[in-house]
Nanobody
Framework: QVQLVESGGGLVQPGGSLRLSCAAS????????MGWYRQAPGKQRDLVAGITSGGSTDYADSVKGRFTISRDNNKNTVYLQMNSLKPEDTAVYYC?????????WGQGTQVTVSS
């Protein structure tokens, strides 16, 4: 069974930075497209950033220039570096992979941006 475990969330002041990690088991992340999503209270879950098996990346307009998705093949982990954080970035962040036609999600990690 594919498992994704996110970590790295927390409370940060506006303008601060956090790095989220998504450690995968039972799959090799470099073979699959992976995505980071977020969901704020009362809102739908939206794609924040994605990385393909070839290493191409894409970002939501709201985070372009501030967030960077990357992958460490040796650690089988996908990261989301978040800089210049804003209060509107507050949400639960999830990573996702589609494996054999099914979406697998991690448990999520809370990011709160507040002074």
């Amino acid at each position: 069974q594919v498992q994704l475990v996110e970590s790295g969330g927390g409370l940060v002041q506006p303008g601060g930075s956090l790095r989220l990690s998504c450690a995968a088991s039972e799959i090799i992340v470099r073979f699959y497209a992976m995505g980071w999503y977020r969901q704020a209270p009362g809102k739908q879950r939206d794609l924040v950033a994605g990385i393909t098996s070839g290493g191409s990346t894409d970002y939501a307009d709201s985070v372009k220039g501030r967030f960077t998705i990357s992958r460490d093949n040796n650690k089988n982990t996908v990261y989301l570096q978040m800089n210049s954080l804003k209060p509107e970035d507050t949400a639960v962040y999830y990573c996702k992979v589609n494996w054999r036609g099914r979406d697998f999600w991690g448990q999520g990690t809370q990011v709160t941006v507040s002074s």
